[in-house]
């Protein structure tokens, strides 16, 4: 479903990306683990037409989408869901949800995804009328998710959902995340919490230094005795 082609691109003169290349299927969930700047984030700044890329391609079920904008990738059902807090907080969770489809033409569509996304999200229909900040943090990345889902996406980049979060909210999250999956949605996330990110995708990817270093079934890499050492809690002097 969705394809890059030995990326390269990064900041600046600065290259992050150096050739990185994966394929994901449809209706999949994809965790990207990896150390501190090996450029995870940046992968989805790539696909979402955030980055200076330099060369390779992406491909979104077929087609070329590399160099996209934003606006384009959007149109195309792709939407990027990124880390830490990004509600307005002095706003009511309605209108922080209606903020995600701002950008559509079919205004009546967008009434129509309210309902069906507060029909997914029940408690955020409890409290449509509430400030966004008086949610926990798990209800507001809850939030950001229902928003994301407004126009409808076939394609969620997903940045660190569970970072602040408590080991029940990262949980609520993550079921939400698996619940979409099975609806069809293809999802690609980064994760700094790799065993439980594994543990609920179906597939891994281990990127290091902007290259893929491994790719497998998500089962397989939280097996695997390298990944274990160096991202489940091990040394990499084990791993060496
Ligand atoms: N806007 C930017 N301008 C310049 N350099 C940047 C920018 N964003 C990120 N970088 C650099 O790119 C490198 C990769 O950053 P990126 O955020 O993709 O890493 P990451 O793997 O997601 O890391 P982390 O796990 O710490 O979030 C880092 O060295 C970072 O300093």
């Known amino acids: 479903m969705l394809e890059l082609k030995t990326i390269t691109g990064g900041y600046g003169r600065i290259t992050i990306l150096n050739g990185t290349s994966f394929s994901i299927p449809k209706a999949s969930i994809t965790t990207v683990i990896g150390p501190n700047g090996a450029g995870k984030s940046t992968v989805f700044k790539a696909i979402f037409g955030l980055l200076n890329i330099q060369s390779g391609e992406i491909l979104l079920d ?4 590399t160099r996209k904008s934003p606006a384009e990738m959007i149109a195309r059902g792709v939407t990027y869901v990124p880390q830490g807090r990004n509600v307005v907080p002095q706003l009511s969770v309605l209108h922080n949800l209606e903020l995600g489809g701002i950008t559509s033409k ?7 995804r309210m309902e069906e996304v507060m029909d997914q999200f029940p408690m955020l ?8 900040i008086e949610l926990s943090g798990g209800q507001q990345k809850q939030l950001e998710i229902a928003r994301a889902l407004l ?7 997903i940045d660190e959902p569970s970072i602040g979060l408590s080991p029940n909210l990262v949980q609520e999250v993550f079921q ?10 293809t999802i690609l996330m980064v994760e700094q919490n790799a065993k439980a990110a594994l543990a609920m995708s179906d597939y891994g990817l281990v990127l290091e230094l902007g290259q893929t270093r491994m790719f497998d079934k998500a ?3 939280l097996k695997d005795p390298r990944v274990g050492q160096l991202f489940l809690g091990g040394h990499i002097e084990d791993a060496a």
């Open 62 to 65: 077929g087609e070329t989408v």
């Open 106 to 112: 079919d205004q009546t569509k967008v009434k129509r």
């Open 125 to 132: 229909r409890e409290r449509k009328d509430q400030k966004a």
């Open 151 to 157: 126009l409808d996406p076939k394609l969620i980049l």
């Open 176 to 185: 939400t995340l698996i619940r979409l999956r099975d609806q069809g949605v």
């Open 219 to 221: 089962d397989a890499l």
